[in-house]
């Protein structure tokens, strides 16, 4: 996880934001490699293991957002390509960060070689993927574990495209930028302006 990434991070229980304090082990440049984020409001720690921060250990909670019912994610290659992706996020200038849910986070790589000087943040990815300089991954089952109003565009695979996914997706976005579902049939949570639809996609706007 790049280490810029911590102020914008929030504990997945359902109590106020707080900023989480890092304790770093191994770093290399700006990643952490290793370490450990403690929450002050419950006082939770959340392990970083091989760069990845897993918030799912001690994060649990009822009423979250359950992936035990999501189909397995796909294989297959997106057939979204990088160029219509970064299109359709309408990203302009360096900086921010870009969140990529689920499977979706495929697409940092290609999204990274169009678009310098973002920073890619990756929920739940696939195992294949792997952390990059550009790309910091974060592991929890409940909630996107980040800030509200903190990413310049989010992009949702299409095993994440339900009603509880997508208001986390909502939440973490700004307004007026957009949010991508690599679903054209889901139905997006208020508060989103839909765009565009269609070549298996949902394109919509914060309003
Ligand atoms: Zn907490």
Redesign the pocket.
């Known amino acids: 996880m790049h280490i810029e990434l911590t102020e914008m991070l929030r504990?997945?229980?359902t109590?106020e934001e707080?900023f989480?304090v890092m304790s770093t082990g191994e770093m290399v440049g700006r990643m952490v490699r290793s370490g450990i984020l403690g929450?002050?409001?419950?006082?939770?720690e959340y392990p970083i293991v091989k760069g990845v921060v897993d918030f799912s250990g001690g994060?649990r909670r009822e009423a979250g957002v359950s992936s035990k019912a999501s189909p397995p994610v796909s294989r297959l290659p997106s057939p979204v390509d990088a160029p219509t992706l970064q299109a359709l996020l309408d990203l302009s200038g360096p900086g921010g960060y870009v969140v990529l849910v689920g499977s979706a986070a495929r697409h940092a790589i290609g999204l990274a070689a169009l678009m310098g000087g973002i920073h890619f943040v990756g929920i739940d990815a696939p195992s294949e993927v792997e952390e990059l300089p550009v790309l910091s991954l974060l592991a929890c089952e409940t909630m996107i574990p980040l800030r509200r109003a903190m990413a310049r565009a989010v992009v949702v695979g299409p095993e994440r495209a339900s009603p509880p996914w997508l208001g986390e997706a909502l939440r973490v976005l700004l307004r007026g930028r957009r949010l991508v579902i690599e679903d054209e049939g889901a139905r997006p949570p208020a508060g989103v302006k839909q765009l565009a639809v269609g070549q298996g996609l949902w394109v919509g706007e914060r309003g």
Request: net charge positive; glycine share 8%.
């Open positions: 504990c997945p229980e109590h707080a989480l929450c002050p409001v419950c006082r939770r994060g």
